[in-house]
């Protein structure tokens, strides 16, 4: 099975940075892809960024380009997401994510998430 771990999160200012980790354990070799989620309470889960094991670039929301930026160190299967000039809207509980090779779903495993805190 597979585990994934969120660390980072806090109460932050608006203008801020905060980095966000992702760990992942177990059968991490299978792995395809590895992103990032926030969700609001009562609107859906939304996209934040993702980085491919395949290459071709990170992908990130319109709302967070220029502001956030995902990495993964390479020896570990470990993704952060460095979050810079924060805004209170995005404030949300942040998800890692991560999708499998030949899969059928987008995303195969989540995290429990961490909170994010972003005062104006």
């Given at each position: 099975q597979?585990?994934?771990?969120?660390?980072?999160?806090g109460?932050?200012?608006?203008?801020?940075?905060?980095?966000?980790?992702?760990?992942?354990s177990?059968r991490?070799?299978?792995?395809?892809?590895?992103?990032?989620?926030?969700?609001?309470?009562?609107?859906?889960?939304?996209?934040?960024?993702?980085?491919?094991?395949?290459g071709?670039?990170?992908?990130?929301?319109?709302?967070?380009?220029?502001?956030?930026?995902?990495?993964?160190?390479?020896?570990?299967?470990?993704?952060?997401?460095?979050?810079?000039?924060?805004?209170?809207?995005?404030?949300?509980?942040y998800?890692?994510?991560?999708?499998?090779?030949?899969?059928?779903?987008?995303?195969?495993?989540?995290?429990?998430?961490?909170?994010?805190?972003?005062?104006?």
């Amino acid at each position: 099975q597979v585990q994934l771990e969120e660390s980072g999160g806090g109460l932050v200012q608006a203008g801020g940075s905060l980095r966000l980790s992702c760990d992942a354990s177990g059968r991490t070799f299978s792995f395809s892809a590895m992103g990032w989620f926030r969700q609001i309470p009562g609107k859906e889960r939304e996209f934040v960024a993702a980085i491919r094991w395949s290459g071709g670039g990170p992908a990130y929301a319109d709302s967070v380009k220029g502001r956030f930026t995902i990495s993964r160190h390479i020896a570990k299967t470990t993704v952060y997401l460095q979050m810079d000039s924060l805004k209170p809207e995005d404030t949300a509980v942040y998800y890692c994510a991560a999708g499998l090779r030949g899969s059928d779903k987008n995303w195969d495993y989540w995290g429990q998430g961490t909170q994010v805190t972003v005062s104006s």
